[in-house]
């Protein structure tokens, strides 16, 4: 299956581009995915572990499952003062 992730903010800055398409096999989860972009990835592997990841407009947590032509959003945390 095919799903696409936009990075905001650092995480987008550490990927070096707004976007990016994986296929994944069928039943994979939010998990699955960070793995996978650790892996393809490895500046962000740091800022996975902490960002937040949206599916399809929701917050989602690791075990979810995903299905084909989600859309993820990689949600680093924000600071500020």
């Known amino acids: 299956m095919k799903v696409t992730v936009r ?6 800055d ?4 707004s976007s990016a398409s994986f296929d994944l096999p069928d039943g994979a989860t939010v998990q ?3 793995r996978r972009l650790a892996a393809d990835y490895p ?4 800022l996975l572990a902490r960002s937040a990841v ?3 407009d929701e917050f989602a947590g690791d075990n ?7 859309e993820v959003a990689l949600l680093p945390p ?4």
């Open 78 to 81: 924000v600071s500020g003062g």
């Open 7 to 12: 990075f905001f903010a650092r995480a987008r």
């Open 54 to 56: 949206a599916v399809d």
């Open 64 to 70: 979810q499952r995903l299905e084909g032509d989600a």
């Open 32 to 34: 699955d995915l960070r």
């Open 43 to 46: 500046a962000l592997e740091v």
């Open 14 to 17: 550490l990927a070096g581009t």
